[in-house]
């Protein structure tokens, strides 16, 4: 019953890194920020909007980034925190 859905997400996997992989060798790095810009842009600010939701305190947001160095290779990010008293709290 698990082995039809898990062998399909292994296969797109596979297909999205090959995909990718082509993009970066063909136009280089920043080519998957603008092709995917969009989509990191949705990505990003559905974690923002969840976040928001949840009652999570948003430290910092980046919705698209071009990496600077080789320690942090994200495209966006949200940063957040959350406290367990506070939602124990009914706030």
Request: charged share 10%; proline share 2%.
């Amino acid at each position: 019953m698990l082995l039809v859905p898990a062998l399909f997400v292994l296969a797109l996997r596979q297909l999205s890194h090959e995909a990718n992989q082509k993009l970066v060798n063909t136009f280089g790095f920043n080519s998957q920020i603008i092709v995917g810009g969009l989509g990191i842009i949705v990505h990003e600010l559905s974690h923002l909007i969840m976040a928001i939701i949840f009652g999570h305190h948003i430290n910092a947001v980046s919705l698209l980034r071009i990496p600077s160095n080789t320690n942090d290779m994200s495209l966006g990010y949200v940063k957040h925190t959350w406290s367990y008293i506070y939602l124990s709290k009914g706030g």
